[in-house]
């Protein structure tokens, strides 16, 4: 009897298998982004959990606009905003739902199409708006109360007014074709692809990611060079506000992306490190792979709230 007990004492007391434990529960991390941060964001994510397998990344995409409402009016839970504007993360966000953002890259705005769009001989940077008022032209843009991209193009529309000296163009162009305005700029590359539309406003980058035709505008209305913020802060135009039946004023200005770490995220440790992947030189690759161009330098707004790990990369603006 007592080799018996002694037997059982032994089994019971045996170290297990490691092997045999269960596993670590997996951090889930969930991302809200712009539509035209889809590729990047997709890619980075894949890299991030390739680096680190216990990770999980949920990514959803909307209008910047939406995935701000998402978590202002639905109280969607989110561990980090990727903004196709700072604006959105500053104005929308901050200071009740989150602490900081830091812009991060930046994109200009152009006019994509296929080789087989109407006219794709004959479109150029002088001509475009004659060619996308002609009857059989149509063309696409993005819901400015939605996203960014979208009241960037109204802007565009109002700059190309002053630097052609055509009266009434942001008028006309604004006017036509509404019955194909869609919630987000990547919305659109569905609508030209499948022959709907001939032409749309559209990223650089979205048009490169996608193979897309484009044409380049001036660097006076393409929103793309902080030296000619004096001329995009010219313009102004109302979208949707941050509370259902409101209008905010959103000023011109170039494009520059952002970031933020929600105060109450669910993961905001693996957050951290998310966000310092992104900024590393491995991840800004990614973007300028994607027809993306890293801001150079970031900005952060403000640096004093960042989280520890992330100062690295403000040590200038730390020190001073």
Not at 15 to 20: E, M
Not at 67 to 89: F, G, H, M, N, Q
Not at 94 to 123: C, D
Not at 259 to 284: H, R
Request: with cysteine; glycine share 4%.
């Amino acid at each position: 009897m007592r080799i018996l007990i002694i037997m059982f004492l032994t089994i019971l007391l045996r170290p297990s298998d490691p092997s045999a434990q269960p596993a670590a529960k997996q951090k889930e991390l969930i991302i809200f982004h712009a539509g035209s941060l889809s590729v990047p964001m997709k890619q980075i994510a894949q890299e991030y959990e390739k680096r680190n397998p216990g990770v999980k990344i949920y990514l959803e995409s909307s209008g910047s606009l939406v995935c701000a409402r998402k978590i202002t009016e639905l109280k969607k839970p989110c561990d980090i905003l990727a903004s196709s504007d700072y604006y959105v993360i500053n104005k929308l966000l901050v200071p009740q739902y989150a602490s900081w953002s830091i812009r991060f890259a930046t994109n200009e705005i152009v006019i994509a199409f296929l080789e087989k769009s109407k006219y794709a001989k004959e479109i150029n940077s002088d001509n475009w708006m004659d060619v996308l008022q002609r009857k059989d032209v149509i063309y696409s843009r993005s819901d400015p109360d939605s996203d960014p991209c979208g009241y960037r193009t109204i802007f565009t529309f109002m700059l190309a007014e002053k630097y052609y000296k055509k009266k009434g163009l942001m008028e006309k162009m604004s006017s036509k074709d509404r019955e194909y305005i869609r919630p987000k700029e990547v919305d659109l590359v569905a609508l030209l692809e499948s022959n709907t539309i001939d032409y749309m406003f559209q990223y650089k980058s979205v048009a490169i990611q996608h193979g897309l035709k484009y044409i380049k505008l001036p660097k006076e209305i393409n929103l793309s060079d902080s030296s000619k913020n004096d001329i995009y802060s010219s313009v102004s135009t109302d979208v949707a506000g941050d509370k259902p039946g409101t209008k905010m004023k959103v000023t011109g200005d170039y494009i520059n992306y952002s970031i933020t770490i929600l105060n109450d995220a669910p993961q905001k440790e693996e957050a951290v490190n998310f966000v310092d992947f992104l900024l590393s030189p491995d991840g800004m690759r990614i973007f300028r792979k994607n027809g993306q161009n890293p801001l150079i330098p970031l900005i952060a707004d403000p640096v004093m709230k960042l989280p520890p790990r992330l100062l690295k990369y403000f040590m200038k603006a730390v020190k001073k």
